[in-house]
């Protein structure tokens, strides 16, 4: 089991460029989020998918778009990068955060500077 | 205030030593406490997690929850250098429908060997 997937590894992109992080898991987890990490910040919640079909907007969405492509799959969106958007970002997933099964799981990141 | 404080060290112990993680809490609600273990550049990787007050044990490690005082611990006996790394304590209730994570910031550990 590869547990939770997360491409890019690195990306480099100038501001006004746009992407699509991408976040796969083979657990047959119920709940996906997106966080991002920045030093002394700790791990802030950008977008959370409870189940299949939904997303809700976490601490910090301004500027983000996801989609809950399917169990499995759960992908983040920078529409216009900016350099305050530099960070690393996490996936994690959780068997099912409604229910209260919510311990959660995190990819290996992906390292995003925004020019 | 912040609802978990977590000293950000760093930390530095000898190797053997028994290391002490703390963090403490302001919400009487919070129900689910865990402890991550994250190495440089890699993502939070899950250690323990507890629901009573009480302690738990995995190896040499145990995860210590005092509801009463609003503090958790971890402890980590006979520490290894490859127990260097950043832990960060996180937390969870149940409000407004959902249930609500919290990390806290994380507690950078540097054993020497």
């Known amino acids: 089991n590869a547990g939770v997937t997360q491409t890019p590894k690195f990306q480099v992109l100038k501001t006004g460029q746009s992407m699509t992080l991408q976040c796969a898991q083979d657990?047959?987890?119920?709940?996906m989020y997106w966080y991002r990490q920045d030093p002394g910040m700790g791990l802030r919640l950008i977008y959370y998918?409870?189940?299949?079909?939904?997303?809700d907007k976490g601490e910090v969405p301004n500027g983000y778009n996801v989609s809950r492509l399917n169990k499995r799959e759960f992908s983040l969106r920078l529409e216009s990068a900016a350099p305050s958007q530099t960070s690393v970002y996490f996936c994690?997933?959780?068997?099912?955060?409604?229910?209260?099964?919510?311990?959660?799981?995190f990819g290996a990141g992906t390292r995003l500077s925004v020019l | 205030q912040k609802e978990v404080e977590q000293d950000p060290g760093p930390l530095s112990v000898p190797e053997g030593a028994i290391v002490s993680l703390n963090c403490t809490y302001s919400?009487?609600?919070?129900?689910?406490f865990m402890w991550y273990r994250q190495y440089s550049r890699k993502g939070p990787e899950l250690l323990m997690y507890?629901?009573?007050?009480g302690n738990k044990e995995d190896g040499r490690f145990t995860a210590q929850v005092d509801k009463s005082s609003k503090y958790i611990s971890l402890f980590i006996r006979d520490s290894q250098p490859s127990d260097s790394a950043t832990y960060l304590c996180?937390?969870?209730?149940?409000?407004?429908?959902?249930?609500?994570?919290?990390f806290g910031t994380g507690t950078r550990l540097k054993v020497l060997a």
């Open positions: 994690a997933s959780s068997e099912d955060r409604d229910r209260g099964r919510d311990i959660q799981y």
């Open positions: 998918s409870a189940s299949e079909g939904t997303t």
């Open positions: 657990m047959n987890h119920n709940s």
């Open positions: 919400n009487s609600a919070f129900q689910y």
């Open positions: 507890t629901y009573s007050s």
């Open positions: 996180a937390m969870s209730y149940y409000t407004s429908g959902t249930y609500k994570y919290i």
